[in-house]
């Protein structure tokens, strides 16, 4: 195949965008490997993580537990709705339990803090980048990965699982309000169904999703705001650009995360 034919080629619609997405893995993955040569170095700017921390769990929270609170109060409608007539009620608790923790927590946690999060720090870096101040950095001998990812990355990391326990608990509470108050269940049938199969490996499962969540939010949104050009229209794109990478990579590790956990390491 001469030059010219392999240009064609790769012209075409559904092989540009394999070598595109082949081009932004292994970009990614060179800016992960930054991250992990910076790690050191990022970690001792504690005052920058601190604010990242506060900006993506605190800056995060009311909205999570809102999402949450109607996610259990749905799941409990749900749940009972099919039950009806077929199961005993008493296992309305332990289906919104496990549910809540295993599933429903980390994934919706993680996607609305993706969509809040990663917008705003690809916004963040994309307007750095496009106005030249990364290159400034760049330009004094000053590391962005240090200074503007490690902060961000680490900060994601730790926060989305400590979201994710409030997620949890808000998200119970509200299946449980929702069953006491409008589905005629006793707070006691919900609580002891909420026992009867707890296991705290379902709960850890939720929190090393969450744990990967984390870092995928805010790598995607760090990865797509440092390759930001074009000025404001630019930054916008590469806004849209983080917040559907990051829904997407946290559906697909989702999956390859419950077959890992749940048919090989908790089996």
Known sequence: ??????????????????????????????????????????????????????????????????????????????????????????????????????????????????????????????????????????????????????PRVVAATLMLPVLTIFADMVAIFGGYLVAVFTLDVSGHTFTSGLRLYFHLRDVFSGLIKSFFFGAIISTMGCYYGLKSEGGAEGVGVATTHAVVASCLLILIVDYLLASFLFRVLFA
């Open 1 to 150: 195949m001469n030059e010219t034919s392999a240009e064609q080629l790769a012209d075409r619609a559904p092989f540009r965008f394999i070598l595109n997405g082949l081009r932004d893995a292994g970009e990614v993955l060179i800016l992960l490997g930054d991250v992990l040569r910076e790690l050191p170095g990022g970690l001792r700017k504690l005052p920058l993580l601190v604010q990242q921390m506060m900006a993506i769990g605190i800056g995060s929270m009311p909205l999570t537990l809102i999402v949450a609170l109607f996610t259990g109060a749905v799941a409990a409608v749900q749940a009972s709705y099919q039950f009806r007539d077929y199961v005993p009620m008493i296992y309305l608790g332990t289906v919104i339990g496990k549910s809540v923790v295993i599933e429903l927590g980390p994934v919706l946690t993680a996607l609305v803090v993706g969509g809040r999060v990663g917008a705003s720090i690809a916004a963040e870096l994309g307007t750095m980048r496009v106005t030249e101040q990364v290159d400034a950095m760049e330009t004094m001998g000053i590391s962005p990965t240090r200074y503007l990812v490690v």
